[in-house]
């Protein structure tokens, strides 16, 4: 999540441990804390693919928050007046670092949630990066606390609750819209192919799925407020690598549990997170190979491209989408207003 979020849930974390002692301090020292994690972001891995791979790795992992938060407690403490008693300072600590990428791993991103093991990121992707009905609780709980203090650690439980029962929620939805997919392909050639799903940007109403075959990959949109279960998919052709395969692609694949996508674009060899992004906007494509004058594929320095442009039509036809239009496929696109004639159409309905 954003760090907007992690500071105002450690913030709100820090304060119901605090209880009594709930202090602006406290509050000021969880928001601190629940950023703490993503500071490894400044960590210069080498190239663009390791960056992005080994993001929220071991500053996220279970093993390692623990006993840092541990450590830090008992620093705290030492330096301290000690009128907190060590454990209640070591159960702050670790519940606001802990909660740091748990949160996160239901974002799609995923989460090394078990490094140093061999075990894929964990992505629940029930929730977007960033999502105003999570994060507002959270912070009202928190200013509110700062204003009344004598019921600062209760106003802060408050927003935990309203925050969490928002959370459960996203669950709630995608297993539905998991269940709406299974039933729309049954019996197709979808069936029974590896699928994505996560919800689109800032909200849980509208949904992004992402059906992966071998030369093909399907992408499909499907709102609460569809009027009609039927799923539109969009058919898009699947390129091959032409290589061996990197260690950069070998991040990536286990990274992005391979959704990816493969293009020969003009010589350049492209590999985009298809799990991430939606329409032309995709933040996560690397440049691995170019062709020479010969024809020959040679490996390069990974180097990550720009995401594409959003579109003037692409919010509205997102709202428009959210709300039940079914018409809008998803490229964000109105067959009526992006393709005016009637070949256009043809292909849009032939790879739906």
Known sequence: MDSVTQAALGAAV??????????PKVLLAGALLGTLPD???VIDYGDPVANTVNHRGFSHSLFVLPPLGVAIAALWWRLSDKTWPLWQLMVLVVSVLVTHPL??????YGTQLFWPLDKPPVAVASIFIIDP????????GVLAALVWRANAARLCVIGLIASSLYLLSSV??????????????QGTELSGKPMFITPTPFNTVLWRIVVRGEQTYWEGLASRLDKTPEIDWMAFEQQGWPLAESESLTALRFF????????????????????????NYRPFQFLLAEQSDQGEWRPV???????GPVLPRTIPALWRRLLGDQSIDALLCNQKDC???????AKVRSAS
């Open 39 to 41: 500071l490894d972001v």
């Open 339 to 345: 393709y005016p004639n009637e070949e256009q159409q």
């Open 103 to 108: 949160l996160d791993s239901m974002t799609a």
């Open 133 to 140: 009905l999570y994060t507002l609780p959270l912070l009202i």
């Open 14 to 23: 820090a304060g119901m441990v605090a209880g009594r002692r709930c202090s």
């Open 172 to 185: 709630y939805q995608l297993e539905q819209i998991k269940a709406r997919v299974a039933q729309q392909t």
């Open 256 to 279: 992005a549990r391979d959704f990816l996508r493969y293009e020969n674009r003009g010589g350049q060899q492209v590999v985009t997170d298809l799990r991430l992004g939606m329409a």
């Open 301 to 307: 320095p990974p180097r990550q491209l720009e995401p």
